[in-house]
């Protein structure tokens, strides 16, 4: 995991649309065409005013990374949770709700999850999480490829991959300690289940 420097703050400023909870009522159809004028807004050929000398290049990379999470339903819900997490700061009636839910999370190592390098072009991440798909098995490996870490754990309300964690979700993490800063060699990023409403708190350490 790099840090890389980014364009845009949240995988929602990158499609032009407003945060959680705001974005709540937004559709996956909305999501999809948020994409598509994203890609046409950054597109080489269309650009005219690009952000802050960023090439055209790296705001497609942007809007894709950030489609691939907020496309899927069950990655875009973890990822509102950590975004949600990270504006945590005054005392609201719902962060005190919140505290009181993760108050008694268990702690778990990212090592001992399942952990996979899966292929967003040509396999399905909804599949995958869903247990349903072999991860490589449609993977045609060239150039359209666009490899995404997935880290995931069973939860005991029988949901096979009910905790689920990206790379994105563990950099999102990092750049939003080190904002505050904070620790930018590790972590502890909770998650709720996708099946239930119990959390975990899964503690990472960068090697090297
Ligand atoms: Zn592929
Ligand atoms: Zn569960």
């Known amino acids: 995991m790099s840090s890389v420097r980014k364009p845009f703050k949240t995988h929602y400023d990158a499609l032009g649309l407003p945060p959680p909870p705001e974005s709540d009522d937004v559709s996956p159809v909305e999501i999809k065409q948020a994409y598509h004028n994203s890609l046409l807004l950054y597109h ?13 290049a790296e705001l497609l990379d942007a809007v894709i990374a950030a489609y691939t999470v907020l496309s899927v339903p069950r990655t875009r819900r973890v990822y509102d949770q950590s975004l949600l997490l990270h504006t945590v700061g005054s005392a609201t009636g719902s962060v005190a709700a919140f505290a ?12 001992d999850l399942d952990h996979i390098e899966i292929c967003t072009v040509h396999n ?54 080190e904002e505050q800063g904070g620790r930018t060699d590790g972590g502890e990023l909770l998650t709720q289940c996708t099946g239930c409403s119990s959390w975990i708190k899964i503690a990472f350490e960068l090697s090297g």
């Open 44 to 56: 080489p050929d269309k650009a005219q005013d690009l952000p802050d000398g960023y090439s055209s």
């Open 100 to 111: 009181a839910a993760t108050e008694n999370a268990e702690t778990v190592d990212l090592d």
């Open 124 to 177: 399905s991440l909804d599949d995958y999480l869903r247990g349903i798909a072999a991860p490589d098995a449609a993977c045609l490996a060239d150039k359209h490829c666009n490899f995404i870490e997935v880290w995931s754990r069973s939860c005991r309300c029988g949901n096979i991959r009910g905790y689920v964690v990206t790379d994105e979700l563990l950099e999102q993490l990092l750049d939003a300690q």
